[in-house]
């Protein structure tokens, strides 16, 4: 039952923000919306507003629909001009400029990507984060694979140019080589000078299977370890390290003349010091300061200077953030996409109603966040789907426009039908094959 609920709240969202993106721009376009329904097949419910516009409730929960006044329905049922003003009859979908047209495809992906900004903002400033960092785990690594030397807790920050910040970031730039032989470039920072050097790492068939696939670090030729960076998040007030001048966003660099690789070994060297005072060494900026720091003892005995990893991001921050995260995510969708067409990507990640319903009802006893996370996710996911250029789909709508704009008239009634005949056993073939994938998982 939880399942089914999560469901259904998920999907329902879903579909009311993206068919509501189309409402909305055909609303501005004075185009006449005959109905808007969540659902699709028999109606279970309806009930009209006072321009005419059906809201409906739809007996199958598996999408949804804006119907529009336009010249092909006309043409269809002539019947129908007897139902419509006249103003409605001389706004016709197809009397639009172009560019409302497109606008109107458009709309409903680009509202999936704006839920999902909404969410990630949402997420990410109303909940404390660390800033990950990312270390060679190996004492001395040189190899005929690997175009130089690298030493332990040198700590990977870039994958083939691209900035890495945190574990989803590290799991999407190694998942995008999916299928390589050739050379991967890694950026590092090296643990003695912290300066960045770059090393290229040969791979043949990089993670190939579904297994490498689910966890590709576990397969990347250099072991990597997760940490939390040695930067101070925020301070106790009043505490040890307040009072002696530690800032937010100061970088530890040594502890007593140890140097701090990442913020779990802070605990451990203030454990093992026998000192009550301790000398901490930090970057701020470009600067290096020193810190002759007063120790409190904790319950447990442990000396501890007041200071934590944790930090809390603005409104602007996790805004900006956001946007990064969804166009990467969207990017990357496409990427895996094309890596799933080609065969360097199993197919059989693709998931279909069943899969989304049990990540819906996992996700939503995980608890709230997580549910949100999840929508943003399948969001996107929607978004890039429907702008793929496949007739029946948002994208393949813009495609004809596209090819509409350069004819100077639109295709041909039956080319345009026969490309939406096979859209539809395009996506209906997806449909199948996802739930095809869906019960294999089950029944595995």
């Excluded at 590092?188 to 990089?206: A, G, K, L, M, W």
């Excluded at 990597?224 to 966003?249: D, K, N, Q």
């Excluded at 899969?355 to 996370?373: H, R, T, V």
């Amino acid at each position: 039952m939880v399942t089914l609920i999560a469901f259904l709240i998920l999907l329902g969202v879903l579909v009311v923000i993206h068919e509501g993106g189309h409402f909305f721009v055909l609303r501005m376009c004075k185009v006449h919306v005959d109905r808007f329904s969540v659902g699709m097949g028999p109606v279970i419910y309806k009930k009209k507003d006072k321009k005419g516009t059906e809201f409906a409730l739809s007996a199958l929960p598996l999408g949804g629909y804006v119907s529009y006044l336009s010249k092909k329905a006309l043409d269809a049922e002539p019947e129908m001009r007897k139902h419509f003003t006249d103003e409605q009859l001389d706004n016709l979908f197809e009397t639009k400029p172009r560019w409302q047209r497109a606008a109107v495809m458009f709309a409903g992906p680009l509202a999936n990507f704006i839920l999902a900004v909404i969410i990630f903002t949402f997420i990410f400033s109303s909940q404390q984060t660390v800033k990950p960092i990312f270390l060679v785990q190996s004492e001395y690594i040189t190899s005929p694979t690997i175009s130089g030397d690298i030493s332990e807790n040198d700590s990977l920050v870039s994958i083939n140019g691209e900035k890495i910040s945190n574990p989803t970031d590290l799991r999407l730039a190694l998942l995008a080589n999916a299928g390589l032989s050739g050379e991967i470039n890694i950026g590092f920072v090296d643990s003695q000078t912290s300066e960045i050097f770059y090393r290229d790492i040969s791979v043949t068939n990089f993670l190939t299977t579904s297994e490498q696939q689910q966890e590709p670090e576990k397969f990347f030729p250099i072991e990597i370890g997760s940490f939390i960076s040695p930067e101070v998040g925020s301070l106790t007030r009043e505490g040890p390290a307040y009072l002696a001048g530690v800032l937010p966003g100061d970088k530890i660099l040594t502890i007593d003349g140890m140097k701090v690789s990442h913020f779990g070994e802070v605990s451990e060297m203030l454990s093992s010091s026998e000192n009550k005072t301790v000398n901490l060494e930090v970057q701020r900026d470009n600067e290096i300061k020193n810190f002759f720091i007063n120790t409190e003892i904790s319950e447990n005995g442990i000396p501890v200077l007041g200071i934590s990893a944790a930090y809390n991001r603005t409104v602007i921050e996790a805004f900006n953030k956001s946007v990064k995260d969804t166009y990467n995510l969207s990017v990357k969708t496409l990427l895996f996409i094309g890596k799933m067409i080609t065969g360097n990507m199993g197919a059989e990640n693709l998931s279909g109603p069943v899969g989304i319903a049990k990540m819906s009802g996992e996700a939503f006893s995980a608890g709230f966040l997580p549910f949100l996370y999840l929508m943003a996710i399948l969001s996107i996911s929607l978004g890039v789907l429907n702008l793929l250029p496949i007739p029946v789909l948002d994208g393949g709508q813009l495609t004809m426009l596209a090819i509409e704009a350069i004819r100077g008239e639109p295709l041909p009634a039956r080319v345009e039908n026969f490309a939406y005949t096979l859209g539809a056993l395009m996506v209906g073939f997806l449909i199948v094959f996802a739930v095809t994938n869906d019960i294999f998982r089950w029944v595995g």
